[in-house]
């Protein structure tokens, strides 16, 4: 069974900055691409970013420029560095495993995701 642990989260003022981390179990991490996903309330979990096991890395729209996805695989960790946040940044942030296999689907789907953490929160106030 893979976990994974997010950390990072908590209340900054907008135009700030965050860093979260995500570290896994297990020993195949670097074989894996990984992604962020966030859901504020009564919205749909949204893909954030994601970092493929060779290091491409994707971004929503509403993220680009502003976060930078990283991977670490000597200790089994995700990074996502978060800058000039803003309101609508807020949400419960989670971080997925993503499944292997030419028909695992799209890196920006959540559904092809299989781990997920338990999420940490991120709060930008105005």
């Keep these: 069974q893979v976990q994974l642990v997010e950390s990072g989260g908590g209340l900054v003022q907008a135009g700030g900055s965050l860093r979260l981390s995500c ?13 962020w996903f966030r859901q ?14 060779n290091g491409s890395t994707y971004y929503a ?8 996805i990283s991977r670490d695989n000597a200790k089994n960790t995700v990074y996502m560095q978060m800058n000039s946040l803003k309101p609508e ?7 997925a495993r993503k499944r292997v296999g ?24 105005s």
Aim: proline content about 2%.
């Design 23 to 35: 570290t896994a179990s297990g020993r195949t991490f670097s074989s894996y691409a990984m992604g």
């Design 40 to 53: 504020a309330p009564g919205k749909e979990r949204e893909f954030v970013a994601a970092i493929s096991w």
């Design 102 to 125: 030419t028909t695992s689907g799209s890196i920006y789907d959540r559904s092809a995701y299989d781990y997920w953490g338990q999420g940490t929160q991120v709060t930008v106030s």
């Design 89 to 95: 940044d807020t949400a419960l942030y989670y971080c």
């Design 61 to 68: 729209d509403s993220v680009k420029g502003r976060a930078t």
